[in-house]
C-alpha cells in the first residue's frame, strides 16, 4: 500500500473535465539526518519510479584538498571514485548500507537496507514490508560534518 500527496492539475477542471490526477510525494534528505521517513507504506516487489535532485557532502573539505585524492561530495550516485563505504577500515556495521558508496541515496524497509544511487526507480527487497526510509550513506556515528542534501521525488 502507497500514501501520496496528491496534485490535481487546475487546467482540467477549467474545462470541466475529469482532473487527472499525478500521485508525488517530494521527500527532503538531508546529509547529516540520518534515516528520513518518506511516509510511504510498501511491500516487497513494489517498484517506484523516483527523481533525485541535489549534493550532498559526507567530510569537510581538507584544508590543502589535492584533486583526485579526496572527494568529499556528491550526486545521489555517490562518491563512485572511492571506497564503498565498508572497505574502510572501520566496523561496516556502522555505515547505512556498507555495500553503497559514500554520499549514496540509500533506503531502508524494516531491518534491511539497499543501495538507491541515481536510479530512476526503486526496487524495494522481496519478504519487506513497512515504511520507506531514505538516507544519505555514511557511517552512522560520523553525520555530524555533513552538509547538502537530496530532494527525493517519489511516484
Do not use: H
Request: glycine residues 16%.
Amino acid at each position: 500500500m502507497r500514501r501520496f500527496v496528491m496534485v490535481l492539475l487546475g487546467g482540467a477542471l477549467a474545462l470541466g473535465l475529469a482532473a487527472p490526477t499525478v500521485a508525488v510525494t517530494p521527500v527532503q534528505v538531508p546529509g547529516d539526518a540520518g534515516w528520513v521517513g518518506t511516509g510511504i507504506e510498501v511491500d516487497g516487489g513494489d517498484t517506484l519510479d523516483v527523481m533525485t535532485l541535489g549534493f550532498a557532502q559526507t567530510a569537510k573539505i581538507p584544508e590543502f584538498f589535492v584533486p583526485g585524492e579526496f572527494i568529499s561530495g556528491s550526486g545521489p550516485a555517490g562518491q563512485t571514485d572511492g571506497a564503498l563505504c565498508g572497505d574502510v577500515g572501520l566496523d561496516p556495521a556502522l555505515c547505512f548500507v556498507a555495500d553503497a558508496y559514500f554520499g549514496e541515496l540509500v533506503g531502508r524497509v524494516g531491518d534491511v537496507t539497499f543501495a538507491i544511487g541515481d536510479s530512476s526507480t526503486i526496487e524495494i527487497p522481496d519478504g519487506t514490508s513497512g515504511e520507506l526510509e531514505l538516507a544519505v550513506n555514511d557511517f552512522e556515528i560520523f553525520l555530524g560534518d555533513n552538509r547538502g542534501a537530496f530532494t527525493v521525488i517519489v511516484d
